[in-house]
């Protein structure tokens, strides 16, 4: 329940597989009767249509050890468009075939030995293209099979992130007859030890529609294919997992449409993948050192947390050495040498002792040599500027004149914003280059000045340093509505490991005015009395703004929130961590769940405005039921409409611009039809597992709120 208020101060059949046949038929075979495009006339946006294949599509009994090669001919010349990332064939073969142009078509040549009695797919993804505007073909394939009959069953389902709780695109499902593998106990090793027998691929809302499948149950895995290998890489790619097996001869029938917006079939999921990086099998080695300046080295490791025993450097005491972990996963790791420049040598050796996998996967304790060398290159800007001087110089001697050379910019670095609001959840955030040896904060002064205070007023302040970086503090204080503060640091209140000191820095601040920002109170509601979650408010892009972890039962308020598009997104905190865990596929532990807040209209997006309070009930029992495919089908067409409603509006403004720009009110130019199929919760009706809507505009409305003032 959401409430505004203004504050006082302001199952597959024939019939399926028919209607599919015919909706990539809509998509490959719409044309119109010229394919030139007349001068000054408008660009075409069709792509090439099919008009002859050989062998025919869905041929029958191709021989496995001397396939045919297949040409395909279209009504114009075509190009080819990134071969490697769009094409894939199901199952995969061992060699790709290759496809090149021939006149006005493309000659497939198959390069690999087939295995009998299998139906073979080849998808092109969006690789065919037309010559001219580069069109591409949307979801165009070649079916064959090397037995008597194709294989003719479908699925269709969801990919979505686990975390961000959104579409993942252009992700691989691979479906293995679950009688052929291993059925997994404790141990889930299927991705690793075996080949798909069928592969379907999600478009970029997510939405995939596998085919050419056998009516027997298929254990079924879903990855995004980071490095466009076709193969899944722990800790890079992301991995989601059903926990049960599927028949798609006992599935429930689906909706199914061609996308007229973008240009591709999509359905109704029957299966709902929660996607989530598993590190379990990351392997922990030392992969690369380097040392990028005089006073830092880096050193990269393979997987997180690496457990460093010790290390010596047999010119540094190893007090003078700082162990900087640089990222969040700490996989990466800075060492800071506290040394003067001059007595830092070129080369820095050393050993370092840690624990790394083995070759059979165990981690025992090892210990690598370091070789950390480094050498004084002088950028272009150092070059003409040393230039500039020497023929300043040289001038000057010439003249008889005396020449002194400039005093050098100091070289201490240190980020801090110089103007900006502070408030109660935004402080004053300070970056050092190099880790500091020397911090007096007693010699940094904060003043304030507001309409009651006139004079200026010291401020209590400290210091946080940050649990992650080392070399990034905020100044914090209780920083009040509208006031103005000043603050001075005099020059050496910093030093830092290469014995450089701060120059003078002098930066002015404003209180926020709370009149300019909104406040969400979000109150929780579970009866789950040891139930934690994570409340977090993002901006429309999925982006976290403020976050409220080891939240239970209650009312939370988050202030000084920005005027626009927000959304609320919930963490489940089974463990009660404070943070989001990831799953674990080899030992079968889905990811913690994460889900956004939608209203009673089904809309994720809340349009919060400047000195308004918003009360919003997040009911976590409903928020966090079960999943059933009609709550994600239900979600998903929520999420269209909204997608649609605003492709609507910008496209009405823009028109409205163009109108007004032109003088010409009342015209439209520029129309934007939600035509042919319509899009996923378009307001078509089913018919037959078909939707057959022509028409999306009926079921966009975004909903309406109660806004109490």
Not at 350 to 370: A, R
């Amino acid at each position: 329940m959401t409430r505004y208020k203004r504050t006082k101060s302001g199952g597959v059949t024939s019939l399926l597989s028919a209607v599919i046949v015919l909706l990539f038929a809509a998509a490959l075979f719409t044309k119109c009767a010229s394919t030139m495009t007349p001068t000054g006339g408008p660009k075409d946006t069709i792509p090439p249509v099919i008009v002859y294949m050989n062998p025919n599509n869905f041929t029958t009994n191709i021989d496995t050890l001397h396939p045919p090669k297949i040409y395909v001919e279209f009504d114009e010349y075509v190009q080819i468009k990134d071969q490697q990332k769009e094409l894939y064939t199901s199952p995969a073969m061992k060699k790709q075939p290759s496809v090149t142009r021939r006149g006005k078509g493309i000659l497939i040549t198959i390069k690999d030995t087939l295995r009998p009695d299998i139906t073979y797919a080849i998808n092109f993804g969006s690789s065919i293209c037309d010559n001219n505007e580069g069109n591409p073909l949307h979801s165009m394939r070649y079916v064959f099979s090397t037995g008597n009959t194709i294989d003719s069953m479908y699925m269709s389902g969801y990919t979505a992130d686990s975390y961000k709780a959104d579409s993942v695109s252009k992700t691989f499902i691979y479906f293995f007859i679950a009688d052929s593998v291993e059925r997994p106990v404790d141990y889930d090793s299927t991705m690793f030890n075996y080949k798909p027998h069928v592969i379907a691929r999600a478009e970029k809302n997510g939405i995939f529609i596998a085919q050419n499948l056998k009516p027997v149950a298929y254990r079924i895995y879903a990855f995004e294919d980071t490095n466009n290998n076709m193969m899944y890489e722990p800790s890079v790619d992301q991995i989601g997992f059903l926990d049960t097996t599927y028949n798609p001869l006992y599935m429930p029938g689906f909706n199914i449409w061609f996308d007229s917006l973008r240009h591709y079939p999509s359905a109704d999921p029957q299966l709902y993948f929660r996607m989530f990086k598993d590190r379990r099998f990351t392997r922990q080695v030392l992969s690369q050192q380097e040392r990028p300046e005089r006073h830092k080295a880096m050193l990269y490791f393979g997987a997180e947390n690496p457990e460093v025993t010790k290390i010596e450097f047999d010119s540094i005491p190893s007090e003078r050495v700082i162990y900087d972990p640089f990222t969040a996963g700490r996989d990466t790791v800075a060492l800071w040498f506290d040394i003067p420049s001059e007595e830092l040598p070129d080369t820095i050796k050393g050993t370092i002792t840690y624990f790394k996998h083995d070759s059979v996967n165990n981690l025992v304790e090892s210990t690598d040599k370091l070789r950390l060398a480094w050498k004084y290159v002088e950028s272009k800007e150092e070059q003409k500027e040393r230039e500039r001087l020497e023929k300043e110089r040289e001038r000057a001697e010439k003249n008889g004149e005396s020449w002194v050379e400039p005093e050098k910019q100091n070289p201490f670095k240190v980020t801090i914003p110089a103007t900006g609001e502070v408030n109660k959840d935004k402080h004053v955030d300070i970056e050092f280059a190099y880790p500091v040896t020397k911090f007096d904060s007693t010699l940094i002064e904060l003043t304030m000045t507001s309409e009651t205070v006139t004079e200026p007023q010291s401020v209590k302040y400290h210091f946080v340093q940050d649990s992650l970086n080392r070399r990034r503090y905020q100044l914090r204080a209780e920083w009040q509505p509208k006031a103005k503060y000043e603050l001075m640091i005099p020059a050496g209140a910093f030093f830092n490991v290469a014995q450089e000191q701060n120059d003078t820095i002098r930066c002015k601040y404003d209180g926020s005015d709370p009149e300019k920002y909104a406040t969400v109170n979000v109150k929780v509601l579970s009866t789950k009395q040891n139930a934690h979650y994570i409340l977090q408010i993002t901006n429309a892009q999925g982006k976290v703004q403020k976050q409220i972890a080891n939240a239970t039962a209650g009312t939370y308020r988050f202030e000084y929130v920005s005027p626009g598009d927000i959304m609320i997104r919930v963490v489940e905190d089974l463990n009660g961590n404070g943070k989001w865990d990831t799953g674990d596929m080899v030992l079968m532990r889905q990811a913690e769940r994460t889900e956004i807040y939608k209203n009673d209209d089904g809309i994720e997006t809340i349009t919060t405005k400047a000195n308004w309070e918003f009360d919003i009930d997040v009911d976590m029992d409903k928020l966090f039921a079960p999943i059933t495919m009609e709550t994600v089908i239900k979600m998903l067409n929520d999420r269209e409409d909204e997608r649609l409603k605003k492709l609507s509006e910008e496209q009405a403004k823009k028109r409205q611009q163009n109108n007004s720009q032109n003088g010409q009110n009342g015209q439209n130019s520029g129309g934007f039809g939600f035509g042919g199929f319509g899009g996923m919760g378009g307001g078509g009706t089913t018919s037959g597992g078909l939707r057959t809507g022509t028409s999306t505009t009926g079921s966009m409305g975004m909903g309406t709120n109660t806004i109490r003032r």
